[in-house]
């Protein structure tokens, strides 16, 4: 059984005439031999009125009063409307459709209400139904518990949904349809001349997806990695070819060489962030000074990130929202930081920089062209970062996009 897995975005299902495009697409499937499972987001963004965060205003402005497990119960309402009225909308084309909810199409998952992890899925129901000749509509971002508690397992999952459902069907492939062309090589908003990728392997694209990039989520590219199963982003409403998620053997195979063609596949960015120094040359004979900083913040709920440590000082990054908080914990503790707010993480990321000389200096130049200051910079085989402020964030951009934009 070939079963492709196709999931649609809140903005593809958002009228009836959107609608009756996502059907031709999965009817074209269909047409093709394909067995398709389609797992679809809640309907519309915020504001629109049957999208998760629409749903949650009802229960309060601020939702002081509702808890993990009752905001669970009424955000997954969301996906149950739009795979009912997709499911309405297949059948008025003359296709037999079932949806099934998270819990029916077996995904389970643990305890951890609002962004649970999925632990197994059990696709019997789903393989049942599509034996009968139906297409199959499961309500994505959602599971149940062993015992029997509904959740939803946080932003992006239903992105992660489709990407289990995959590997749990043994698909042939995932293909995620959203607004956009694919993956582009920046955002296009701030580059005019990005442009989609043909291709990239998982590892770029988790990357891409960490820092910044939203056109899919990293867990869903981490789950489809461990089975191999390949992703491909593309456009509801256009007939471009999107852009391929797989393994770099898989890509080589295609006569594309991203070592050898590309060193840099993509600009990716996340702006409004607060960089903290803590200075620790008094500090040098207490070895667990350093410990104590971050086990503090984490105990706080503060992510840190950009960490870089010296002898002398350390230095890593908060969102501008966490910045009062993780300020006043540290004078707690009697530190006193350095606070540089609204800054932003620049990473240009490329499996072909591996082993390949001179990459930070050709970003060092671009951006000391641009005078823009670099404030900490760290990398790893795949990724170069750097932190500029954030009035820099957009001109570092189009900087290191000009700059790496022959081998893309």
Request: hydrophobic share 40%.
């Amino acid at each position: 059984m070939r079963y492709l897995v196709q999931k649609f975005g809140g903005t593809s299902l958002i009228d009836e005439a959107r609608r009756g495009k996502v059907a031709s697409i999965v009817l074209g499937a269909k047409h093709k031999g394909f067995l398709p499972v389609v797992v679809v987001s809640a309907i519309g963004r915020a504001g629109d009125p049957y999208a998760t965060d629409t749903l949650l205003t009802y229960a309060g402005e601020n939702q002081k009063e509702l808890l993990p497990r009752e905001a669970d119960l009424l955000m997954s309402c969301g996906e149950i409307i739009s795979g009912v009225v997709m499911s309405a909308t297949l059948q008025k084309a003359g296709c037999p459709a079932a949806l099934l909810t998270g819990t029916q199409a077996g995904i389970i998952t643990n305890s951890s209400h609002n962004n649970a992890r999925i632990l197994k899925i059990d696709p019997k129901q789903i393989i049942r139904h599509s034996r009968e000749g139906k297409v199959v509509i499961v309500a994505g971002f959602q599971g149940v518990t062993e015992a029997g508690e509904v959740t939803t397992l946080g932003r992006g999952g239903s992105d992660t949904t489709a990407a289990a459902l995959g590997v749990a069907l043994g698909a042939v492939r995932v293909d995620i349809y959203t607004d956009v062309d694919g993956i582009m090589t920046a955002d296009p908003r701030i580059v005019t001349d990005a442009r989609p990728l043909e291709s990239v392997t998982y590892n770029e694209i988790c990357q891409l997806a960490r820092e910044g990039a939203k056109v899919i989520h990293p867990r869903a590219v981490e789950i489809a990695m461990q089975k191999g199963i390949p992703l491909r982003i593309k456009c509801t409403f256009s007939e471009a070819p999107g852009t391929l998620v797989t393994s770099q053997d898989e890509i080589n195979k295609g006569a594309i060489d991203i070592t050898r063609d590309r060193t840099i596949t993509g600009i990716t960015h996340i702006p409004d962030i607060t960089r903290i120094k803590i200075n620790t040359e008094k500090t040098a004979n207490k070895p667990d000074f350093q410990g104590r900083i971050f086990k503090a913040l984490a105990l706080a709920g503060i992510s840190v990130d950009f960490i870089n440590v010296h002898p002398e000082a350390v230095f890593f990054t908060v969102k501008n929202t966490d910045a009062k908080i993780a300020v006043k914990i540290l004078e707690n503790m009697e530190i006193k930081p350095e606070v540089l707010p609204d800054c932003a993480k620049v990473a240009a990321v490329g499996a072909g920089m591996t082993g390949v000389p001179g990459v930070m200096a050709k970003i060092v130049d671009a951006l000391a062209e641009e005078k823009i200051q670099i404030l900490q910079s760290a990398d790893s085989y795949t990724t170069i970062w750097v932190l500029v402020k954030k009035e820099d964030m957009e001109k570092s951009i189009r900087a290191l996009h000009r700059q790496f934009g022959a081998n893309q």
